[in-house]
């Protein structure tokens, strides 16, 4: 499914209207209506008390169409409309009239004081002040709406996205509604998934309020959904064996530092790939070695960490993979710096780039660009900031860009982990996911993705593909996890659940 930042979403809008001739009230019909049925499952519209507060744009226009929704669902329905009335365009106007020819309340207010024994008297709340088009900072009477709205037991569904959000960055401007559930008209917008936005929006529904979906094919950023993922996945035929299934190799772990090493290959382990092999320093090896007997465990040198004079012979071992990883729990050591670069700038098939990987390529300013292998690089916001030299609030403020700009520019794919953890492609798509929670925010975590994308790239996928198939199944095997202990469960826990996972993705319905 697609996400829109605001003039994407005024443009689909534009298609529908120019392109496909639909009439903007018939999208204001379909929105209103929409907001109404979509919640018809989560709450029971029966002589509740609702109220529409509804603001002078298109997003109030849609209020004045819920109201009659609400209304034919069985529901006491009154609106407030704030705000100077001439302002409201054709559409707004004739379903405000159309409302009130029907009986219901309007009450115009000028002030938030004057809709407080309304708004504390409701059972449900349908937010349409301000939608996709804020223009500023929310102040004054409206601010304070928002605040009542926020402060009130109701249930609060939002039209479109809720009240005073920006839709391009998912932060409020000022103040924003806390909605417990939003109803995304036409397109989700980013705001919707962006923190804190993700928050503000509650439960997210969809309704496509008429708008073909050929109308947004070339929109760049797409969100990811079980569907997107699971033609992706490669079947396992009778006939399978371990060679076809793939050869990752993982060189990871130093002195001190094996568990990295070992989680990326546990991931890779329960993430399906045919063959694992970790590739570590003489003196981790002999801690790792026989943790987990799936796992080929060698060593390269005697020494605590990877240098650069061992370069020569890791690319000649790494000939037998066909993928490698690099980069958990190697450490930070200058050669290890040195040794990295080497790699990289050598290796010729797929390279997973992660951890103190990624702090070596920021150190000795890869140009990744030259590099003769497809790469997948996986920073947090920390690490992104040291290869890019913006701040990490920077990023926050732009993911979704930051990444689809940094991967465009390097021909590379890139992994923003966070929420959301954002997939920027090469040729400038993105990808955001949805599966994942506040309980993978913990050590560990990023070392099993980077041996989940791995197995994925060694069953054969393009790395775009294992990028995507990766976060979203690891991201899944948390939500797994959390099902039962919300947070404190353990990376190998995680781990254990990515064959379930993988499972749900595949036996979907078609
Ligand atoms: N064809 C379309 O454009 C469609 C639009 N739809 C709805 O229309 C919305 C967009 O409508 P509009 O572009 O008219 O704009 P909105 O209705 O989202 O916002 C404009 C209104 O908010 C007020 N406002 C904006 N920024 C403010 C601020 N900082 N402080 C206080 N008040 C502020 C404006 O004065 C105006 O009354 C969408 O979110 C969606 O709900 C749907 O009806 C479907 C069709
Ligand atoms: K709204």
């Known amino acids: ?61 849609d209020g004045f169409v819920s109201a009659r929704y609400a209304r034919g669902a069985g529901a006491r329905v009154l609106v407030i409309l704030m705000g100077d009335p001439s302002h409201m365009g054709e559409s707004a106007k004739m379903y405000r009239k159309t409302a009130e ?35 500023s900072k929310v102040k004054g009477e409206k601010a304070a709406l928002i605040d009542i709205i926020n402060d009130t037991d109701a249930l609060v569904v939002s039209t479109d996205i809720p009240s005073g959000l920006v839709t391009d960055t998912g932060r409020p401007a000022g103040t924003a509604v806390n909605a417990d559930f939003t109803v ?62 793939g050869f990752l190799g993982i060189f990871a772990g130093s002195s001190g530092m094996e568990g990295a090493a070992l989680l990326a290959g546990q991931g890779a382990l329960y993430a399906g790939a045919g063959k694992t092999a970790i590739i570590t320093t003489g003196d981790a090896a002999p801690i790792m070695a026989g943790k987990f007997p799936e796992i080929m465990v060698s060593s390269i040198g005697n020494g605590p960490h990877f240098t650069e004079d061992m370069a020569e012979a890791a690319l000649e071992k790494a000939k037998a993979y066909d993928v490698i990883a690099i980069g958990p729990g190697i450490g930070r050591d200058e050669e290890t710096v040195k040794f990295v670069k080497k790699m990289v700038e050598n290796f010729e098939k797929t390279i997973i780039l992660d951890a103190d990987g990624l702090y070596a390529a920021a150190e000795a300013k890869i140009d ?57 492609l090469p040729d400038g798509r993105s990808y955001v996911n949805t599966t994942g929670n506040p309980g993978m925010a913990t050590g ?10 791995g197995a994925m790239a060694a069953q054969g996928m393009s790395p775009s593909s294992s990028a995507a198939v990766g976060v979203y199944l690891h991201g899944l095997a948390g939500d797994l996890a959390a099902e039962t202990t919300p947070v404190g469960y353990r990376v190998t826990d995680l781990a254990r659940l990515l064959p379930k996972a993988r499972a749900q993705i595949t036996e979907m319905d078609e």
Not at 12 to 30: F, Q, S, W
Not at 378 to 385: I, K
Not at 444 to 453: A, Q, R, S
């Open 1 to 61: 499914m697609i996400l829109t930042s605001t003039a994407e979403s005024r443009l689909l809008d534009k298609i529908a209207m120019t392109e496909y001739g639909l009439p903007e009230a018939v999208l204001m019909e379909n929105a209103g209506r929409a907001v109404v049925s979509r919640m018809r499952e989560f709450t029971d519209w029966e002589g509740a008390f609702t109220v529409i507060v509804c603001g002078t744009g298109n997003n109030g226009g």
């Open 101 to 135: 020819k029907m009986g219901i309340p309007v009450i115009e207010v000028m002030e938030a004081e004057e809709a407080v024994p309304y708004l504390y008297d409701a059972d449900i709340i349908i937010d349409s002040l301000i939608g996709t088009g804020l223009a």
């Open 184 to 245: 995304a008209l036409g397109s989700v917008k980013r705001g919707h998934v962006l923190y804190p936005g993700s928050e503000h929006t509650g439960r997210l529904l969809f309704s496509p309020i008429g708008i073909p979906e050929e109308a947004s094919e070339d929109f760049p950023v797409r969100l990811l959904f079980r569907e997107d993922i699971a033609p992706l996945l490669p079947v396992r035929n009778q006939i399978s064996h371990k060679g076809k299934n």
């Open 368 to 424: 990744f660009k030259s590099c003769p292998g497809r790469l997948i690089l996986t920073p947090h916001v920390g690490e992104f900031a040291r290869l890019t030299g913006l701040s990490a609030s920077e990023i926050e403020e732009k993911r979704i860009d930051a990444a689809s700009d940094f991967s465009k520019k390097n021909r590379l794919v890139l992994v923003l982990k966070g929420a959301p953890t954002v997939i920027g």
């Open 444 to 453: 560990g975590m990023g070392d099993t993705l980077t041996g989940v994308i």
